[in-house]
T-cell receptor, first 111, second 114 residues
Framework: DQQVKQNSPSLSVQEGRISILNCDYT??????FLWYKKYPAEGPTFLIS?????DKNEDGRFTVFLNKSAKHLSLHIVPSQPGDSAVYFC??????????FGQGTRLTINP | KAGVTQTPRYLIKTRGQQVTLSCSPI?????VSWYQQTPGQGLQFLFE???????NKGNFPGRFSGRQFSNSRSEMNVSTLELGDSALYLC?????????????FGPGTRLLVL
């Protein structure tokens, strides 16, 4: 049972435009959500997180939105840059260090 | 501050052998978690250690084990290797356990089982 789902395996966006990556979850016990970025042959790099008591968190070009009633979160990257091309994972946890990851979305930024 | 380090970075083993992977967390971090990444299953949680005690465990067979030392460094062992154990093994560290907190990942050890 996939508790965290990223339904889009890939996304292609033009440089300078907005990238929107989506993630759905099923476990209502999740209360902390994170986005990680991963380049090939490297470990995931932490991008941004959000607690379930918030519905939005912003850090520079990155904004994460959480809709608890829909069990949905999204990552917005504005403006998108070529260096943003990577695989993005959303992850969730429920008061433990056990992170449950989505399958990832490969983002490609086209010049 | 130095990040999470993992050794070795690459490893080739044959079926039936055993392997030990090492992880040094960020200085001051006491929680170390291990994950397996495969193309088919994505990133899956193996286990977490905090203060030399296993705090959480994922759904992996007993061939996968770990331990943590007093300096928070952790090792993961896989015995009787199978072809399906070929994967990227990632270690992540955080300050504490059992609280909402960000984990930081190392570069991983890529294991190939022939």
């Amino acid at each position: 049972d996939q508790q965290v789902k990223q339904n889009s395996p890939s996304l292609s966006v033009q440089e300078g435009r907005i990238s929107i990556l989506n993630c759905d979850y099923t476990n209502s016990m999740f209360d902390y959500f994170l986005w990680y970025k991963k380049y090939p042959a490297e470990g995931p790099t932490f991008l941004i997180s959000i607690s379930s008591i918030k519905d939005k968190n912003e850090d520079g070009r990155f904004t994460v939105f959480l809709n608890k009633s829909a069990k949905h979160l999204s990552l917005h990257i504005v403006p998108s840059q070529p260096g943003d091309s990577a695989v993005y994972f959303c992850a969730a946890s429920a008061q433990t260090q056990k992170l449950v990851f989505g399958q990832g979305t490969r983002l490609t930024i086209n010049p | 501050k130095a990040g999470v380090t993992q050794t070795p970075r690459y490893l080739i083993k044959t079926r039936g052998q055993q392997v030990t992977l090492s992880c040094s967390p960020i200085s001051g971090h006491r929680s170390v978690s291990w994950y397996q990444q495969t193309p088919g299953q994505g990133l899956q949680f193996l286990f977490e250690y905090f203060s030399e005690t296993q705090r959480n465990k994922g759904n992996f067979p007993g061939r996968f084990s770990g331990r943590q030392f007093s300096n928070s460094r952790s090792e993961m062992n896989v015995s009787t290797l199978e072809l399906g154990d070929s994967a990227l093994y990632l270690c992540a560290s955080s300050l504490f356990s059992g609280v909402v907190e960000t984990q930081y990942f190392g570069p991983g050890t890529r294991l190939l089982v022939l």
